[in-house]
């Protein structure tokens, strides 16, 4: 894949592409130092792991800069958008898990032109061009897994005698293409950054807009989601160490497809403030994990009901 493969080595970008690769670049390095400041990176200023972060947001930026200057020079980029919201529903406990934990997930969105803060995509930049070409960088959190129940995060007291995975600083990077009116193309890519060794994880799928109108849109995603040989291995495999204490046997999982799904969204809008999402998510494990000894349950639900109120 091209992202991984630009990720591959550190990238620089001739900033004199673009007069305002610089200022990219330098906002870039503020958010990393902001996060480090914060405790939420280890390692951060290697060298090789600061260049490539930097390298390809960068290189994001100075690729879709010509296709942003309008919308850069409209007033409403230089507006701030906060977004408050809570959600609520149901979510399996850990990937694979047969029970479900209640969910309640307080939201915060903060957006000023390229630039987001986001309890769910975390912070970094976003672009998208009047092509239907999208794309985004951004720095996140991954809070791994307990082997115990938990009501704040992943975990179950059927992974009893296999470890905590702790939790990781990851990079996550993504790239969308409107290919109709209702359809477009998307892949993700979460690259550990920092923390826990538990590899990278990947996803390629399609949306398609069901119905849209002035107050409702109704899409429906599919995604095939994957991982590396250690993303795979951290999640749904087995180790002989991790046997011995714990009941399942041993099971090496390799890189490759874990997971299909199909998420149905339904976001109603009531005024310029208010507005609600309904999404029900259901995921079939496939491939490395359908037979891993973790896997009590192959189809999973998650259901998530959010209000959501716009300054």
Known sequence: MSITASLSKPINVPEQLDPRAARYRALAGALLSSLRSKGLTMNFTTPPTRNILLGAATLLCCTLVPQAQAADASPAADETT??????????PRYMGANRYRPLVLPMLSIQH??????????????????SGFGASAAINYDMGRKEKDSTTGAG?????GMGD?????????????????WLSVNGEAELRMAGEHRGNRYRFGLEGILLHTSRDTLSLAIDAHAGDSRYNQ????????????SIYSKYTADAGIYAYSAALNWQHTFDAHWSTLASLTLTQ?????????????ETAGLGLFAINYTF
């Open 82 to 91: 906060v977004t408050l919201g809570l959600g609520m529903g149901v979510t």
């Open 234 to 245: 951290t999640f749904f495999g087995v180790t002989q160490a991790q046997s011995q204490r």
């Open 285 to 297: 494990y496939a491939d490395q994990a359908s037979d891993s000894p973790l896997v009590r349950r």
């Open 113 to 130: 032109g390229a630039l987001f803060a986001d309890t769910t995509r975390g912070v970094g930049l976003q672009f998208q061009s009047d």
């Open 165 to 181: 995975i702790n939790g990781a600083t990851v990079a996550d990077f993504t790239l969308s293409q409107q290919l109709l009116d």
């Open 156 to 160: 179950g007291d059927e992974l009893r």
